[in-house]
Every structure is written in structure tokens, then in C-alpha cells.
């Protein structure tokens, strides 16, 4: 069974700094890693796709790479702003012996930059 | 292009009623997930329907039940309401497999 587990729980930071957030799965059998943010009470926005076949992807100040082999993912954001403060959410999509499963997802990070 | 829309917002039933959550996908997306999330369980998924078929389906009893229209559009139905059903319930639109988008959600209250 896949398991996502995200690192840290819970971050605070000062506006500015530099930040990485952290992913692993247990199953390298995977389709595709997504990555969320979710803002208290809403729905999930999407932000970076990795297909299993690429390492990262880049979105303005955020880029996600991917280590199928090691079943690691990290999200990097840049120079952190206020508006950043959200939980944010990794996802993987993988295969089983029925077809894929679905997004199998973490706990999340808590995200709060400090102004 | 709109987004997943997802109706109603908000509701609040009672144990043992039933519920219906309708969820309009991305035009063109021809697959819809649903997913509950739990403070306790976090993000959990439900099932998949892709071309009116439910193509996946996660470890939910059967009160569980969902379908989808030949216009995409998909309906999630929960029979005899339980108070660990109160969750919020989102649902994914994407063409095939590819990037997930998701709605704002249905927030169920069951009292």
C-alpha cells in the first residue's frame, strides 16, 4: 500500500528566506507527483506536475524535483512572502495491480511566513 | 475556461438521511475523482469515474456510491448517514490521469 509521508509537520518562517519542503512515498510505482497548496476551508490548488519520467519542474519561485529511485520529492520556494502562509500538500498518483489508485496524499506542511 | 464547480457549498443533515454532492468538471475533462478529507485521515480517495464508468474506487463501505453523466458531469451519494461522514468532500476533474483540478468542496455536517 503507498504511503506519503511529508516533512516537517509544521514550519514558521520570517519573510524572505529561502525553504524546502519534503516528500516521500513508499511504491516508486508511480505515474505522476503532484503538488498542492491548500488555504484554510478551500479547495486544493494546484502547483507543480512531475511526470515520473522527468527530475523537476519550475513555476515562478517554486520548484519541485522528483527521485523516483529513493521515492523522494522536495518543494523549494523562494524567497518566501506572507501570501505563501498555507498548508501544502504532496500527491502521488500510482499503479497498482488494478490500474491507478488515485492521488494518494501526505499530511501536508503547515506553512507560516511571518511578516 | 471555468473551473471544477462543486454544489452545494455547505449542508447539514442528520444521522441516518441521505446526501447528494454534484460536481461539474473543467469542459473537456472527461475523468472525476472524489476524495474526503478528515482532520483525523487527511485526504482520502473515494472513486474515479472516467467516461460514465467507474474506472477506480478506494476502501470506503458501500454508502459510498457515486456516477457520472455522459456530460461529465458526476454525483456522489452517501446512504444512511454516519457522524464520521462529516467531512469536507472535494472532487478532481483532469482529462486522463494527468494534472488533478480541484473544486472548492462540499462541506458536510452530520448531526
Known amino acids: 500500500k503507498q504511503e506519503v509521508t511529508q516533512i516537517p509537520a509544521a514550519l514558521s518562517v520570517p519573510e524572505g528566506e529561502n525553504l524546502v519542503l519534503n516528500c516521500s512515498f513508499t511504491?516508486?510505482?508511480?505515474?505522476?507527483l503532484q503538488w498542492f497548496r491548500q488555504d484554510p476551508g478551500k479547495g486544493l490548488t494546484s502547483l507543480l506536475l512531475?511526470?515520473?519520467?522527468?527530475r523537476e519542474q519550475t513555476s515562478g519561485r517554486l520548484n519541485a524535483s522528483l527521485d523516483k529511485s529513493s521515492g523522494r520529492s522536495t518543494l523549494y520556494i523562494a524567497a518566501s512572502q506572507p501570501g505563501d502562509s498555507a498548508t501544502y500538500l504532496c500527491?502521488?498518483?500510482?499503479?497498482?495491480?488494478?490500474?491507478?489508485?488515485?492521488?494518494?496524499f501526505g499530511k501536508g506542511t503547515h506553512l507560516i511566513i511571518q511578516p | 475556461k471555468a473551473g471544477v464547480t462543486q454544489t452545494p457549498r455547505y449542508l447539514i443533515k442528520t444521522r441516518g438521511q441521505q446526501v447528494t454532492l454534484s460536481c461539474s468538471p473543467i469542459?473537456?475533462?472527461?475523468?472525476v475523482s472524489w476524495y474526503q478529507q478528515t482532520p483525523g485521515q487527511g485526504l482520502q480517495f473515494l472513486f474515479e469515474?472516467?467516461?460514465?464508468?467507474?474506472?477506480n474506487k478506494g476502501n470506503f463501505p458501500g454508502r459510498f456510491s457515486g456516477r457520472q453523466f455522459s456530460n461529465s458531469r458526476s454525483e456522489m451519494n452517501v446512504s444512511t448517514l454516519e457522524l464520521g461522514d462529516s467531512a469536507l468532500y472535494l472532487c478532481?476533474?483532469?482529462?486522463?490521469?494527468?494534472?488533478?483540478?480541484f473544486g472548492p468542496g462540499t462541506r458536510l455536517t452530520v448531526t
Open positions: 478532481a476533474s483532469s482529462s486522463n490521469r494527468d494534472e488533478q483540478y
Open positions: 511504491d516508486s510505482a508511480i505515474y505522476n
Open positions: 512531475i511526470q515520473s519520467s522527468q
Open positions: 500527491a502521488v498518483f500510482h499503479y497498482s495491480g488494478g490500474g491507478a489508485d488515485g492521488l494518494t
Open positions: 469542459s473537456g475533462h472527461r475523468s
Open positions: 469515474y472516467f467516461s460514465e464508468t467507474q474506472r
